[in-house]
């Protein structure tokens, strides 16, 4: 394994002897710090789906191990029948989530190792597969801390930064993206002021976010998600910082459902809103966000989960989308590892991408 967050492991990573997925079971945060150890591609395709791993970045990490893991398990030598084999495994892995374009994005990259494979060998591809996955983990740590900077110039000490689910490092593999700026300055003594929204219906901001902030010595303080707005009516907010799970090539941003009106609110109050996400948050094939699509999520959810018994009456309608698009218009910024990205984005995000 490679070095430990500041929570002291891995949010995904492949284990000493890279024959397994290695992960902190996110669903039993903060009473439980569980690890789990899979190796079958149906445990970490479920892992993904039941969000034991989650957050775009950390969903793309897990899946480059996985299907490396199934790359190794395929027993030929035969290029066209590990093809055959490898591309069931990835498309397998792919129908996991369909929002985070970062799950196809991880895999589209390990599928070009195969593709360029051909005259090497099984086993030669079988190795690059392995430096490949272990480059996007490496990668997804630079471009947290890249952003943490862009984003930490934007702010000064003291300011009140608020904050929708889990973009922290247990979303990513170090620093989060929209947390990255608030661990570097409270590193440099900014002496920020935290407001997590706690996020229904799965509770990333309060189990996750308002955690690992904690545990990291910051002021934090949590809110339900209906009270983001009255925080920012009484002037406690200077600037929102969420991340996305897929940017389209327009600026509008698909993100945890719930932060379209938080951008709303943003907006009636004159709060900055970033967005802060890696390149490979961003989907330049993907026009608006009219074109994301947005994965459904089990009614059990909202009506029991979470509860010792139901807190709904049985049978009722249930409206359980995972994530919403923001409009690019209420968007004040896209910090990427590339700098601070601004209006008009359909061009400051195309350029960004050939820098
Ligand atoms: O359903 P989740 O918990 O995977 O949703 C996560 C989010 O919406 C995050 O904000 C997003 O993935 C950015 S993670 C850096």
Avoid at 102 to 114: E, F, H, Q, T, Y
Avoid at 133 to 161: N, V, Y
Avoid at 288 to 296: F, L, R, V, Y
Wanted: proline content about 4%.
């Amino acid at each position: 394994m490679t070095d430990k967050n500041k929570l002291g492991f891995e949010t995904a990573a492949l284990d000493d002897e890279a024959s397994a997925l290695v992960i902190i079971d996110q669903t039993r945060l903060p009473n439980e710090r569980k690890i789990l150890r899979l190796t079958t591609q149906k445990e970490i395709w479920d892992a993904i789906y039941l969000l034991q791993v989650r957050g775009a970045p950390a969903i793309g990490v897990a899946a480059a191990y996985g299907i490396y893991l199934a790359a190794r398990g395929i027993d030929t030598t035969d290029y066209d029948v590990f093809v055959k084999k490898f591309s069931a495994a990835r498309d397998y892995l792919n129908s996991a989530r369909p929002t985070a374009v970062n799950l196809s994005w991880a895999l589209s990259r390990m599928g070009k190792i195969v593709e360029a494979g051909r005259e090497d060998g099984v086993s030669e591809i079988k190795k690059r597969l392995l430096a490949e996955a272990r480059a996007i983990q490496a990668e997804d740590i630079e471009m947290c801390r890249k952003i943490g900077e862009h984003g930490l110039s934007l702010l000064q000490p003291g300011m009140g930064l608020l904050t929708h689910c889990n973009a922290g490092q247990l979303a990513t593999s170090r620093y989060g993206t929209a947390t990255a700026p608030m661990y570097l300055g409270h590193e440099r003594g900014y002496g920020f002021r935290i407001f997590c929204d706690e996020t229904r219906p799965l509770l990333q901001g309060a189990r996750l976010t308002a955690y690992e902030l904690s545990e990291a010595g910051m002021d934090v303080t949590l809110l339900c998600d209906g009270m983001a707005a009255s925080a920012m009516r009484n002037g406690w907010v200077d600037a929102v910082f969420t991340g996305a799970d897929r940017v389209a090539a327009n600026g509008d941003a698909a993100n945890k459902i719930g932060t379209f009106p938080l951008a709303i609110a943003a907006k009636r109050f004159g709060v900055p809103f970033y967005i802060c996400a890696p390149s490979s948050t961003v989907d330049l094939h993907t026009p608006t966000g009219k074109d994301i699509k947005i994965e459904q999520r089990p009614a059990e959810e909202v009506t029991t989960m979470w509860y010792k018994e139901r807190m709904a009456p049985e049978g009722v309608k249930v409206f359980n989308p995972a994530f919403d698009v923001t409009d690019a218009d209420l968007i004040t910024a896209i910090i990427t590892e590339k700098g601070v990205l601004r209006p008009p984005f359909t061009d400051s995000l195309r350029a960004a991408a050939k820098a």
